[in-house]
Structures are given as structure tokens and as C-alpha cells.
């Protein structure tokens, strides 16, 4: 079920974008052809005027097929009773034809008049072209703003401004702090009788014991019942010492302070009721690192009102895209290494996060479309980054490129696209077997 759930909500992802390429085109004048939700063969489609609306059997893709986007084939020229006579060395005047022969060869009804340039993608200002080829990547990030905004007006944003917040409740356990009896649903109060206040400090901890072993103090809630959660509003979150948001003194985040007002943090806690307990683990080396095998919940944050949460979730986004973007500068300096992964495994992370909750899997998809957004836009062919390069072009050259060039270019980008999803694709299938 979660695999499913998954799938249906990357195909909403595919709906949104293809859903902005068609609105802007509508709204331009422009005729749509096709919708199509997935490619390949057609399960089910409809006619809605002059746009026929389909599913395809296969969902990871779609396409919004606009008139006169990519230029038709020209008919062949017709032949004339002179080009037979040349090409079989006769004389001119050679063959005495009837009309219907000559007809026949020239090419028989008279060419059919030039289409109407009405609603053709060819036939619009440059700036509509540019709204319908741009309005797929705008989408998307809407998208992501609202998903961030829905999260915060509810007060389950995993993330503020980038930045999460780890609780002292234990939501997995694996490893070393499994094996001496730590459970999922504890929460820390103590290390070697000194309290904590962040998950931070634990980690710090646990790199400098050099192996020792930590004695962690914890409270332990009732079979079935789980940490309650607690109320913070948050006005300098940045510089309070006991948060994992907190920066050092003199940090240049410290100026940074007031971005934080207007956000309510919720953190899970403990009951002064619930059982308490001394836990010995000794941590397990990997590398150069030791690890208990401990993941933190995750604080949640809500914005104070309707509009302090869309601004929180405009600039959560707007961050993100930053930070993909200098992702993908750095990996074109070589200082930066960038995942690429197929649909296989961008599932199986989806399915996982159905797993974990609603809020989970949401955040899965405002971040998914985000990416969808970001590399569209880039500038390479196929791409909606590689058409507005053309339109870019047109703009400056006060001249179209020639149609069949940029179809030409788009087919060579298809190829690639194809062949390095095939690669990944394989990659990821091999690497979950």
C-alpha cells in the first residue's frame, strides 16, 4: 500500500507541473492537443473540445502537447512529367500522358492551403511562450510553498528556515544502544548523571568517549503510550545554548536572531510518572567514528498565524532552492558530489516515508517538487531550461532559431535523457537486489 500511495503521489507531482504548461498555454491563446498523465500506451482518455485528456500506462512522466510546438513533416515534392523523363535519359516531350497521369504524378489534388496559425505555439509573442514553458517549473514550486505553509498552519513542519530540531525522544534504535536495552519511545534525561538539554550534546558525547562506556539515565513511557508534546514559542531560538539551532557567540547567525520570531516549536517530552532507568552502552567504532545507533524525533514547528506561515514557507523554499543550486555549482567545480536517482529509488525513499506519517511523506513531495522545478530549469536540451535557452536566443538575435534545428537538438537531449535514466535505473535496481 505504501508503494502505491507513493506512486500516486509522485504522478501528482507529474500533474502539477504538466497542469502549468496547459494552464498558461490555455490562458495564451494557445491550443492544447494533449494532456497526458504518464507515457506509453493509453488506459483511458476523453475529448474536451479541441484537447483529448489521457492516462498512460506508464506513470512517471507526462507531456502537455501543444499545436505547433515541434514543426511538422513537410510532404515531398511532387514529381512533374519532365523529372521522369530525365531520370529514365528521355527526351523532353518524350511520354504523351493523359490528364489523369499527369495528375497522378504531379502529385494529384491540387497542395492543400497553409494551416491556420491560430492557437499554434509558433504563432504567440515571445513572452506567452516563455509563461507556457516556464509555467511547469512555477507550478512546482508553488507546489512546495504550499505543502511548507500546510505544514507550518498545522504545526508539523519537520524544518524551520532549513534548519531541524532533533528532540531527546529516541525514535529508532539500532546497534550498540539496542543491544544494552534502549527502546524506541525513551527519552534522555541524563549522560554519566549530568543532564542534557539537546541531542547535540549526546553526540558530542559519544564522539569524545573514545569508546568508553556512557551511562545514559532515561525515562521510559507505559506500553502504548507516547511522549506527550510541549508548546514552545520561539523568539530567539538562534541563541539559546540548549537548542540545536543555537549558534555560538559571535557566530554571524547570531544578526540572525529575529527570523525566528513568530515560530512555535513542539517537543515531545516525559511524564514525571513514567519509569525511570540507567542504561550502560559503550559505543561502537566504525572508521573513526563510534556510534550508539540512536535517531532522534524530530521537533515540530507551526508559524504563528496564516501569513507569518506562508512567509516562513516561501523563504523555506526559497532557501532550498538555493542550496540545490549551489549543490549543482559545486558539482561542476568538482567540490561537490550530487546523487542522481531513478524513479525505483525515489519510490522506495517515498514508500518509506508513507511509513513514517503524513507529515513525513508531504515534506517527501514539497522537497520532490522542488527538484522537479530545479532541474527542469536547467539549461540543457529536452528540458524547459533548454527551451527558454532557445527563446533566450530569439530574444537577443530579434530572430527565431530555424524549427528543425531545435527540434534536431531536443531529439539528440531525448537520447541522452533516455539513456541516463536507463543507467541510473539499472544502478538503482541492481543496488536494492
Given at each position: 500500500m505504501s508503494v502505491l500511495i507513493a506512486i500516486l503521489g509522485f504522478g501528482l507531482l507529474i500533474f502539477v507541473h504538466e497542469l502549468g504548461h496547459f494552464l498558461f498555454a490555455r490562458l495564451t491563446g494557445m491550443t492544447v492537443e494533449v494532456f497526458s498523465i504518464g507515457f506509453g500506451p493509453t488506459l483511458y482518455s476523453v475529448q474536451r473540445g479541441d484537447t483529448v485528456y489521457?492516462?498512460?500506462l506508464l506513470p512517471f512522466g507526462g507531456y502537455v502537447r501543444v499545436k505547433g510546438l515541434a514543426p511538422k513533416e513537410e510532404p515531398p515534392p511532387a514529381r512533374t512529367l519532365g523529372d521522369v523523363e530525365r531520370e529514365w535519359g528521355l527526351e523532353e516531350g518524350a511520354f504523351e500522358a493523359s490528364d489523369e497521369l499527369k495528375a497522378r504524378l504531379e502529385g494529384g489534388a491540387p497542395a492543400p492551403a497553409p494551416e491556420d496559425p491560430a492557437g499554434s505555439y509558433q504563432s504567440k509573442p515571445l513572452w506567452a511562450r516563455a509563461l507556457m514553458v516556464g509555467g511547469?517549473?512555477?507550478?512546482?514550486v508553488l507546489f512546495t510553498v504550499g505543502a511548507f505553509w500546510a505544514l507550518l498552519a498545522t504545526g508539523q513542519a519537520l524544518s524551520v528556515l532549513e534548519v531541524r530540531s532533533p528532540s531527546l525522544t529516541f525514535q529508532e534504535v539500532s546497534g550498540a544502544a539496542a543491544a544494552a536495552g534502549v527502546r524506541a519511545g525513551d527519552v534522555l534525561l541524563a549522560i554519566d548523571g549530568e543532564a542534557v538539554s539537546s541531542f547535540g550534546e549526546l553526540?558530542?558525547?559519544t564522539v569524545g568517549s573514545e569508546g568508553r562506556e556512557m551511562r545514559l539515565s532515561l525515562a521510559r513511557p507505559?506500553?502504548?503510550v507516547a511522549a506527550p508534546v510541549r508548546e514552545e514559542r520561539v523568539v530567539d531560538l538562534c541563541l539559546r545554548p540548549?537548542?540545536?539551532?543555537?549558534?555560538?557567540a559571535g557566530d554571524a547567525r547570531a544578526a540572525d536572531c529575529a527570523r525566528f520570531e513568530g515560530v512555535t516549536r513542539y517537543r515531545q517530552g516525559a511524564e514525571e510518572s513514567w519509569e525511570r532507568l540507567t542504561v550502560a552502552v559503550t559505543p561502537a567504532r566504525r572508521g573513526e567514528a563510534y556510534l550508539l545507533g540512536l535517531t532522534p524525533a524530530l521537533d515540530r514547528f507551526g508559524?504563528?498565524?496564516v501569513?507569518?506561515?506562508?512567509?516562513?514557507a516561501a523563504r523555506e523554499s526559497a532557501g532550498l532552492i538555493e542550496s540545490m543550486y549551489e549543490q549543482l555549482a559545486g558539482a561542476l567545480r568538482g567540490t561537490e558530489r550530487v546523487e542522481v536517482a531513478s524513479v525505483v529509488k525515489i519510490t522506495a525513499i517515498s514508500a518509506d516515508t508513507v511509513k513514517m506519517g503524513g507529515e513525513w511523506f508531504l515534506n517527501f513531495l514539497?522537497?520532490?517538487s522542488l527538484n522537479l522545478a530545479v532541474l527542469n530549469l536547467l539549461p540543457f536540451p529536452a528540458l524547459d531550461g533548454g527551451r527558454l535557452i532557445f527563446l533566450a536566443i530569439e530574444a537577443v538575435s530579434r530572430r527565431p532559431v530555424p524549427p528543425r534545428v531545435e527540434m534536431l537538438v531536443h531529439a539528440f537531449g531525448v537520447v541522452l535523457l533516455v539513456g541516463l535514466t536507463a543507467w541510473v535505473t539499472l544502478k538503482d535496481i541492481l543496488s536494492l537486489l
Open positions: 489521457q492516462l498512460a511547469g517549473p512555477l507550478f512546482n553526540k558530542r558525547r507505559p506500553a502504548g540548549e537548542s540545536a539551532l543555537s549558534a555560538a508559524g504563528d498565524g501569513g507569518r506561515s506562508l512567509a516562513l514539497a522537497f520532490l
